[in-house]
């Protein structure tokens, strides 16, 4: 059984070590929704979902170390210059997206139906790990799933303000270490990517 996602995936750091990883999905299986993973600086993993459904399937994908079901409000646009704005529980973050990377110009370059296909982000894996350490486009999920990435167009985030339980956590920073929610992580530096993800079961 496949599942498919289509949306957004944005991913930042801050100076006193939290990192934060936002998933807009207009369209999934389980309708629109946003979901929000957060790496505390000790290491703490966790999960902010707007539902219990879908909490459950991203906690049996994934790995974290506490499931909050919290109201999750986000907004922005995919256009070339925007902020998007994202409220989860304790997490309040705003993020100014700046202009295409060179990255997003070669993505975009690929016909729709062949960087969706599951035999191009196999691939191209390779590739992302060379380019992007820490990246990859497919990997293992939980519950013996696999899941395939397939990245449209990346975008900088040039500033974001994060609070986290109402404290500032600072200047926008890369995202170091890496994210370890699952098998690969986003791009150090701060970015949103337009994503199709496909987990297969």
Known sequence: MDYRFEGWIGGLGTAAGLRAVFGHWPRSPFGPFTDVMVELPGGH???LAPAQPIADFVA?????DEVRIVPVTVSG????QSRWRVEAGPLALTADVGGRAALGRLL??????VATSPWWVAAIDAVARRVLPGVRTVGS??????EFYAALD???????????E?????????VDPPVRFG???TPRRPSLARIVTLVRE
Request: proline share 4%; no cysteine.
């Open 45 to 47: 993993r966790v999960l």
């Open 141 to 146: 999920a939980g519950r013996g799933r696999r």
């Open 60 to 64: 049996q994908t994934y790995r974290f």
């Open 108 to 113: 975009r370059a690929v016909p729709r139906s």
């Open 154 to 164: 990346l975008r900088r985030i040039a500033r974001a303000t994060v609070t986290w």
């Open 77 to 80: 646009t995919a256009d070339e």
């Open 166 to 174: 109402g404290a500032d956590q600072g200047a926008l920073a890369p």
């Open 183 to 185: 098998f690969g992580s």
